[in-house]
T-cell receptor, first 111, second 115 residues
Framework: GNSVTQMEGPVTLSEEAFLTINCTYT??????LFWYVQYPGEGLQLLLK?????DKGSNKGFEATYRKETTSFHLEKGSVQVSDSAVYFC??????????FGSGTQLTVLP | GAVVSQHPSWVICKSGTSVKIECRSL??????MFWYRQFPKQSLMLMAT?????????EQGVEKDKFLINHASLTLSTLTVTSAHPEDSSFYIC???????????FGPGTRLTVL
C-alpha cells in the first residue's frame, strides 16, 4: 500500500534560517504529492503540490520538487519567519484520490 | 480557498452515549467528503470516504456500525460516534473535495473526549 515517511520533529530554527523537511514515499503508480500546513487551532491548508515527476510546487517561499528516482518530495524554504511556525504534513494522493499522510513535523521559528 | 466548518469544535461526553459531528462545506459543493482521525502527535488516518447520496466506504479496521456517516447533501456530512468509549477520544477531521478536482479542503477538527 501507499505510505509516507516524514522527517521527525520537532524542528526549531532561528528566524531567517534555511529549512528542509524530508519526505519520502512508497506508492504504486504515479501519485500526486502535497505539503499541508496546520497552524495552531486551524485546519490543514494546502501549501503546495506537484502532480508529476520533476514538477516543482511552490508557495509563500516554500518549494518542493517531485523526485521520482529518489521517491522524495522534500520541503525547503530559504529564510523562515516566526509566522511559519506550524505543523507540516507531507501527503500523497493515489488512484482513489485518498490522501495518505506522513506523521507531521512541528516547526518552531524563534525570533 | 474553500471553507469547511465543523461543529462542535470540541465535545465531552459520558461513556455509552452517542455524539454527532457535522461537517459543512460553506462555499462549494463537496461531492466527496472524507473523515479522518488524528491521535496526539500522530498523523491523520483516513476513516471513511463518503459520496453524496451513497453509502460511505470505510477503511479497514474502522467499524461502520460504530462510526455512522451520512452525506445527505452536497454541503453536509455527519459522523456519529455511537456508544462512545474512552478509546474513541480523539481529534476528528473532515475534508471536502469539489467535483472534478483533486484538492481536499479541511475543517478545523473536533476534539472528542469520552469520560
Amino acid at each position: 500500500g501507499n505510505s509516507v515517511t516524514q522527517m521527525e520533529g520537532p524542528v526549531t530554527l532561528s528566524e531567517e534560517a534555511f529549512l528542509t523537511i524530508n519526505c519520502t514515499y512508497t506508492a504504486t503508480g504515479y501519485p500526486s504529492l502535497f505539503w499541508y500546513v496546520q497552524y495552531p487551532g486551524e485546519g490543514l491548508q494546502l501549501l503546495l503540490k506537484a502532480t508529476k515527476a520533476d514538477d516543482k510546487g511552490s508557495n509563500k517561499g516554500f518549494e518542493a520538487t517531485y523526485r521520482k528516482e529518489t521517491t522524495s518530495f522534500h520541503l525547503e524554504k530559504g529564510s523562515v519567519q516566526v509566522s511559519d511556525s506550524a505543523v507540516y504534513f507531507c501527503a500523497l494522493s493515489g488512484s482513489a484520490r485518498q490522501l495518505t499522510f506522513g506523521s507531521g513535523t512541528q516547526l518552531t521559528v524563534l525570533p | 480557498g474553500a471553507v469547511v466548518s465543523q461543529h462542535p469544535s470540541w465535545v465531552i461526553c459520558k461513556s455509552g452515549t452517542s455524539v454527532k459531528i457535522e461537517c459543512r462545506s460553506l462555499d462549494f459543493q463537496a461531492t466527496t467528503m472524507f473523515w479522518y482521525r488524528q491521535f496526539p502527535k500522530q498523523s491523520l488516518m483516513l476513516m471513511a470516504t463518503s459520496n453524496e447520496g451513497s453509502k460511505a466506504t470505510y477503511e479497514q479496521g474502522v467499524e461502520k456500525d460504530k462510526f455512522l456517516i451520512n452525506h445527505a447533501s452536497l454541503t453536509l456530512s455527519t459522523l456519529t460516534v455511537t456508544s462512545a468509549h474512552p478509546e474513541d477520544s480523539s481529534f476528528y477531521i473532515c475534508s471536502g473535495e469539489a467535483g472534478g478536482t483533486e484538492e481536499q479542503f479541511f475543517g478545523p477538527g473536533t476534539r472528542l473526549t469520552v469520560l
